[in-house]
């Protein structure tokens, strides 16, 4: 067997090769993490049997992210190592020297005693669902700013508007309006005949003549200072919502197609649904990594934080919000849905209300003791049972 170590790097990587016997076959060489560095890559070891190699990565993060995916579906066995074990190895050494050449010995050194676990196919889907779940993330987070913008130029265009639509003009009827006719001066010129087509177009029905009507009325009677460039900035405002919620159709639309090929027990989670949960599976990956659910709740960043001086111990803590910040809104979120969903859960929160516990601090104990299920279920492959 060959054991290649792969001492990964945000821009640049590090590899060598040794055989069973700890014999070097390859020195350790640089390659870029991108496609020149992957070719290179290879190269290197294309005269070698794909069968014959073990290839090891220590599980850092992202980095090596693309390098994984890269080389499993070139045919490499890919063992994940967790950097306890190459730190341990480092520590035995006299020197405990550290540096990129001599980490890829000690990678290749943790493949040789067993301590890793071999990639999979599930593994690789999941490394593309954190990619999809923490993109639409970002996609989410920019559309909540450009309405939160929206609002605001609204708020000068036509302040009077928000009232009409229910203080809501995050709607199909409001958008198409502002879309042709973003500001009030702009309304109160426009005829009612065309205002009544448009709503009761956009309304399917909902808003007819007397809507329409009284739409004007209140432009022409609208406080709104006529600034163009508003009107200018509100188009082009829900022109970006409208395409920000296509791609995050398209996201879950991909999202989901990556769940039902996982059939995770996750989703037999009352009120988790596919969203939150390809967040939860995504972000813990490769459960085993987890010899505990108290490690779980720390990675999630749901365990208590420590407050200790000299004899005293505080009794009254806040959750360390270390870890996964994406895991630990699914978790939390997830546990407001699923107090309405199971009557188990409902009761548990129920209980710690009773115990004189605020909403938040009961959602808190829901989301640990929901995070121990997620484990159990994860752990043992089953399903969520009543």
């Known amino acids: 067997m060959i054991f290649i170590g792969i001492d990964i790097a945000k821009s640049t990587h590090f590899a060598s090769a040794v055989n069973s016997d700890g014999e070097v076959l390859v020195k350790p060489f640089k390659f870029t993490n991108n496609n020149v560095g992957f070719n290179l890559f290879m190269d290197t070891f294309k005269n070698y049997d794909l069968a014959n190699c073990l290839v090891g990565l220590e599980s850092t993060g992202i980095y090596g992210d693309n390098l994984t995916t890269f080389l499993f579906e070139k045919g490499f066995k890919i063992g994940r190592i967790n950097p306890i074990q190459t730190d341990s190895l ?123 009507i009284a739409l004007k009325e209140l432009a022409k009677n609208s406080i709104a200072m006529d600034n163009p460039a508003i009107g200018v900035q509100i188009k082009m405002l829900i022109e970006q919502i409208q395409m920000l919620e296509k791609q995050i159709d398209l996201l879950d639309i991909e999202i989901s197609n990556i769940m039902e090929q996982l059939d995770s027990p996750i989703s037999s989670i009352p009120g988790i649904g596919t969203w939150l949960g390809a967040i939860i599976i995504s972000e813990i990956g490769d459960i085993t990594r987890f010899s505990t659910s108290t490690k779980l709740l720390a990675f999630a960043g749901l365990d208590p934080s420590v407050r200790q001086s000299g004899n005293f111990n505080a009794t009254n803590t806040k959750i360390s919000k270390r870890g996964s910040k994406h895991l630990r809104y699914a978790i939390n979120r997830a546990a407001q849905l699923i107090i309405w969903n199971d009557d188990t859960f409902y009761q548990y929160y129920t209980t710690k209300l009773a115990q004189g516990k605020s909403y938040l601090n009961a959602i808190g104990h829901v989301s640990h003791k929901l995070t121990r299920v997620i484990f159990k279920l994860l752990t043992t492959n089953t399903t969520f049972k009543k």
């Open 90 to 212: 480092r520590s035995s050494n006299i020197r405990k020297t550290k540096n990129d050449k001599i980490d890829t010995f000690l990678i290749a050194q943790c493949l040789m005693l067993g301590h890793y676990t071999l990639i999979t196919e599930k593994d690789i889907q999941l490394i593309k669902l954190k990619t999809l779940c923490r993109f639409k993330f970002d996609v989410k987070k920019s559309q909540s700013k450009a309405k939160v913008q929206l609002v605001t130029c609204q708020d000068i265009a036509f302040p009077e508007l928000a009232n009409f639509f229910n203080d809501n003009l995050h709607i199909k009827s409001s958008y198409a309006l502002l879309s042709k006719y973003p500001t009030a001066k702009i309304i109160a010129n426009t005829r009612i005949d065309a205002l009544t087509n448009l709503l009761y177009s956009a309304s399917r029905g909902h808003f007819k003549t007397n809507k329409a």
